[in-house]
Structures are given as C-alpha cells and as structure tokens.
C-alpha cells in the first residue's frame, strides 16, 4: 500500500497521465461499442438465426445491468494485468542496475521531490566489531545513518599503515563502509579481504585499508579518501571519523601504570587491575565538524555497542562530542555490551559500564541504556573464566538517572554477540516511543569561540568555550545550527 500512496502523492506527474490514458482507452472501447450497436442493427449476420449460438456469446443470460459490469471488471482487470507486465518487461533492464533495490515508486518519487527524508536521523558512535554489527542492522530501518567512528586503532594492518604514512586508523572505517554496503557483491567482499602470505610485504594487510591509504594519498586528504571509498561501495549512510588528526590512545591503570596504543590496552590490560582514565595524544584533537553537526541534528544518538575502553571512549576524549551530545535535543542510548572484554572489564557489570559513559559525558544526558535479557549468554560463559555476561540485575540497585531497557539482543549461533536484527529493531522502537525533538539552537560566535580553544590545545580554554556556549544559552541569544557539510541526518 505505501508503494500506491507514494504514486498518488501531488507532484508526481502520474494521475493526470494515467486519468488521460483511461479517457483515451474508455473512448476508444466505446467507439467499438457504438460501431458493434449499430452494425447489429443495420445489417443481417448467419448467426442472428442461430440464436442458441448468440445467447452465450453476447453474455444475454446475464440480466442488465451485471452484464455490462462483469465485462467491465473483467476488461479493468486484463487492462492492468497487461500494463503491469510491459512494465516489468520495459523496466525490468533499468531496475536491475539499481543497486539499493528500491522499488520504482521510490526512485520516481525521489526524482521529482529530492531524497527522501527517513523517519529518523541516527548517528551511532564508536568502533571496532560491535559498531560494524549494529549498522548491518540499521541500514534496512528508515533512518538517516551516520556512523562516527574512532581512528585511534594502531594493531595489525592499521597499525602499520598509520606508523608508515602517518594517517588516522582505517581499519575501524572500513569494517562501517563495508556493514552499510548495499550489498554483499564482490566489491565488498574485495573490500574485507586480507593478504596472506609468509615473508610477504602484504600479510595482514586487508585491500580495503590499502585502497583508503592510496585514496588519501592520491587525494591528500583522510576525509575525501572516506568520501570516496564510501560512494565505490554505495553506501547507506554516512561513515565519519570522530577527528582527523592522527590520534595515539592511552590508559592509566589504578596502579598507575601507563599504557600506550589501543593494542596494549587489551593486551597488558587489567588482570587484578582496573583501568583508571584513558587520554589521547594530542590530548585535546579537533572534531571533525560534519561530525559535530551530525549530533547536534540527530533523534536518536547510539553509543556503543564495542570495546567500553578502545572504542566508545575514545571517541567522547574528542575536544567537541561530548559537548555536542550534551547540546543535541536526540535520545541518547547506550548498548552495553553482553559480555566483558578481557584486558579492557574485566569483573564489569553493567553498572559499571554505565558509570564510565556518564563520567565521560557528563551527568543527567544519558537516557536509557540497552542490556540483554537473554539468558543464552549466561550459559554460552560458562566454562570461561575470561569472561563473564553483562545482565541488567546491578543496575537496578543503582540510582544513574538513566531508563534501563533489557530485551533479548544476542545472537542464537554466538549468545556472545549482539544479534544486529534484534539490536536495530530494539532501538528504532525506543526512537518511535519517544517523542520527536528538535536540535537546540547555537550561535555562530559560540562555534567560533569553541574552534579557536580546541585548536589551542588548552584544557581549560576548552572548558571556557563550553561555559560560553551555557553563558549565551542563558542570555537567549541564539539561532538554528547550520552543521558545517550541509548534509547532516534529516531532523
């Protein structure tokens, strides 16, 4: 039924042809009808003697007026059957090239008006496996998907290849630019692969991180080699790295240990330890601005699923995410994982995820965290002693401010892992439930006087810009933010 709403919404130049058609088709039938009339009367046929013939054929053992409305339903039905199919047969060339897969009332409708605007902008933040996961799941929702993710990555190919050519990490971006792919062709599966071969140059490296270290290096630039890579897979959605300076990830043990690289994290991790705070160097890097103007425009804001330490927070040690969160009117959630990650939680619960991801956001913007309810993965840790399932039970004792919604997210060959169908279904019922807001305003000299202190480098110029944004708030001086790309998530 959408796809004939969408036909007969004004604007699409189709009613008034397909009215004109059946006015032509409906005179040329009653020329016929008129011809046929006035032959039968005028002239003598054989057949008129033979009236048992005649009877059938002319339908005259249907009273008036059902005989005339069977032959017109029967003829509407031929009629649009017929039309359908040369349709189909006209089309059918034509549509096989698009590769998204949408039907022809899309595509006609979106020529007419523009793109059409989903129900929801989402951005998702953070990286590794658990982001690639959730935007599998997101892109077959009607949501606006921007993905912004961490470039702090330094293990395997990525590591390589940031030591080499000094660039921000691919390897998280290119595992997003394949999980919003269209589809699984040879493109993205070329996209994934990764060289083996002992003693070769090439082990370890994956085509995809050479093809967007060759696009910046062609180009001389991170973003556009993004930009590009994304349009040769024809993504769904936008894929954006939280900054673009090539950023080195750190964590301080509460033992006072010092950890340098995302890889030792998890490598020389906690074990018996826990981790106190992590930092980036430069300890303060620029946000990437369509990133920014990405969460100031958003409805629903995801944080997580993945790595808490090396890949959610990460992103929120960015000079200019945490703020723009605050800012942005969307509901803000956060996935926790179903598991703890070894080197990185160990002895988390739930509780404790939460705790990190206030204290780096800030108190009262987060608003619902999503836990598991399944109770496969309890049994699938059994037997492990590395790790154990994150459940929603410490969390009820605590007093977070936040909305606690445990559904069964895991999947059923690995309860390990989230389930990308049932996370996106999950969460794009918490966007419907809630109500629609609006992104608050923030005036240019605010952003400019944000800029000129996050390119100082300075902390506390950085909370001065903040405490400016709040002083302007509250004087009412402020006007619609326009997000720097033009191109952000519809509102």
């Given amino acids: 039924m959408s796809a004939w709403r969408t036909w007969l919404q004004p604007g699409m130049r189709v009613k008034r042809w397909g009215t004109l058609a059946f006015l032509g088709l409906a005179g040329m039938v009653l020329s016929v009808a008129v011809g046929l009339v006035w032959a039968y009367r005028s002239y003598y046929f054989e057949l008129q003697g033979n009236y048992p013939v005649l009877r059938p054929l002319t339908l005259q053992f249907i009273p008036h007026p059902w005989r005339e409305v069977l032959l017109l339903l029967v003829g509407l039905m031929i009629t649009i059957f017929a039309a359908t199919r040369l349709n189909q047969s006209l089309l059918a060339p034509l549509l096989a090239k698009e590769a998204s897969g949408r039907a022809l009332a899309q595509i006609v409708a979106e020529h007419r008006f523009g793109p059409v605007r989903p129900a929801f902008g989402v951005v998702a933040i953070g990286g590794g496996t658990g982001l690639s996961s959730l935007l599998r799941g997101l892109k077959h929702h009607d949501a606006g998907i921007t993905a912004i993710v961490t470039v702090a990555d330094d293990g395997g190919s990525t590591g390589r290849l940031r030591a080499e050519f000094d660039i921000p990490a691919p390897g998280d971006i290119r595992n997003c630019i394949a999980a919003l792919a269209d589809d699984e062709a040879l493109v993205t599966k070329l996209f994934q692969h990764r060289f083996q071969g002992d003693g070769s140059t ?213 309860p390990l892992r989230h389930d990308p169908q049932k996370l996106a279904t999950v969460l794009m019922e918490l966007a419907r439930s809630r109500p629609t807001r609006r992104p608050r305003s923030v005036a240019n000299n605010v952003e400019a006087a944000y800029r000129a202190s996050v390119g100082n480098g300075n902390g506390s110029h950085r909370e001065a810009a903040i405490d400016g944004r709040r002083d302007l708030a509250s004087s009412g001086s402020l006007r619609r933010f326009n997000p720097v790309d033009g191109n952000a998530p519809p509102e």
């Fill in 202 to 414: 090439l082990d370890g490296h994956s085509f995809g991180n050479l093809f967007i270290t060759a696009l910046t290096r062609t180009t001389g630039s991170f973003e556009r080699a993004v930009e590009e890579a994304s349009q040769v897979l024809n993504i769904r959605g936008r894929v954006l790295p939280a900054t673009l300076e090539n950023v080195q990830l750190s964590a301080e043990l509460t033992d006072g240990t010092i950890l340098h690289g995302e890889s030792s994290v998890g490598e020389h991790g906690p074990r018996g330890k826990r981790i106190k705070g992590m930092f980036l160097t430069p300890k303060y890097p620029e946000a990437h601005a369509p990133a920014l103007g990405a969460i100031l425009n958003a409805d629903l804001i995801i944080l997580g699923p993945g790595s808490l330490f090396t890949s959610v927070v990460p992103n929120l040690l960015v000079a200019g995410i945490p703020e723009a969160i605050r800012w942005s009117e969307a509901t803000v959630v956060y996935v926790c994982n179903v598991a703890t990650q070894p080197g990185e939680t160990d002895d988390f619960d739930a509780a404790d995820h939460v705790r990190v991801i206030v204290e780096h956001l800030g108190a009262g913007r987060l608003d619902a965290v999503l836990v598991n309810a399944n109770p496969a993965s309890i049994v699938a840790a059994r037997g492990d002693e590395s790790i154990r399932p994150v459940v929603s039970g410490s969390l009820a004792s605590e007093h977070l401010g936040v909305e606690v919604v445990a559904r069964d997210l895991v999947s059923v060959t690995n």
